[in-house]
């Protein structure tokens, strides 16, 4: 990674990817084990890299009382267990870490389209620690219901549970609809601010010749998001509490698949930061603060 800024202790802010400037990193290596023994299923996987501290390090949650720290769980990208129902295409319940949905991007770099995941993807959560139900009434269908600590926490901001609701849908092989939801608390020391955050995304394959040596597949990706904070107290009076962004992202991929090349352009406005990653877990420095946040780029992979 390199930084036009040219930070002097390498560190960068503001990428869920990229934490270090002109060093070599280890980003995130993984191993796991997923089981499914007479309809009871589990997942433990095991993560160590540059990533975590992207990530993790800044949960300020885990200084809310004792018997909560990063360190016990960084090293645990997936943890949960749960139970297997035999019903209409099947219906899962499992409770413990799990990844969250990140706005239609993986949390491992390497398999999404664009090295880089967007500004979008990065200020959604990364993870969950909670219980969730993935019911399938389809082949085409998911509804997936949770009871989580909060956004991207291991503890909690006050005695609230949070709540989501993810969705998803294709009706044909080339062609797939996600929509999440999320309601919680997640300000610190103030118990009566809530949080709403909205996503949907849409995604279209929309030429498909497998056997061609050129051109062999095209795809597009549309992510828009909308949130807001509300109630409580604002800590910067006058400003609006909300997020607002949208995510376009176009792959060709040529020679059967071997290659493929990525474009995306995004924009997104913050005015009151509650999404950006800040540079320590007590937030940004204290003093006169007039900045709101606006972000735009263009990424090609």
Known sequence: GYS??????????????????????????????????????????????????????????????RNLSVANNKY???????????????????????????????YLLGENWNYNRSFLADMTPFYFSGARVQIYPTNKIKIEPWVVNGWQT?????????????????????????????????TKDDPHRKRFHHDDSTLVRYFNRPESKGISKMAFSLNNHYGAQFDGVNPFPGRKEYMLGSSLANRIWFS??????????????????????????????????????????????
């Open 154 to 186: 291991y503890g909690k901001w006050s005695k609230n549970n949070s709540v989501g609701l993810s969705n998803y849908w294709r009706p044909y092989e080339y062609l797939g609809f996600v929509a999440n939801f999320y309601y919680g608390t997640d």
């Open 76 to 106: 645990i990208g997936e943890a949960f267990g749960g139970y297997h129902f035999d019903q209409w295409n099947g219906v899962n319940v499992e409770a413990g870490y799990f990844y969250s949905y990140i706005g239609l991007e993986s």
């Open 4 to 65: 036009f800024n040219h930070p002097k202790d390498d560190t960068i802010v503001g990428s869920g990817a990229v934490g270090r400037a002109t060093e070599w990193q280890i980003n995130n290596a993984t191993i796991g084990v997923d089981t499914n023994y007479k309809n009871v299923i589990g997942k433990v996987t095991l993560q160590v890299g540059n990533q975590l501290a992207v990530t993790q390090d800044l949960d300020g949650t885990v200084s809310r009382g």
């Open 256 to 301: 059967h698949d071997h290659l493929a090349w990525s474009v995306r352009a995004e924009g997104v406005t913050n005015p009151g930061r509650y999404l950006a990653l800040p540079p320590t877990p007590d937030g940004f420095l204290p003093g006169p603060d007039n900045y709101s946040l606006k972000l735009w780029d263009i990424t090609s992979t």
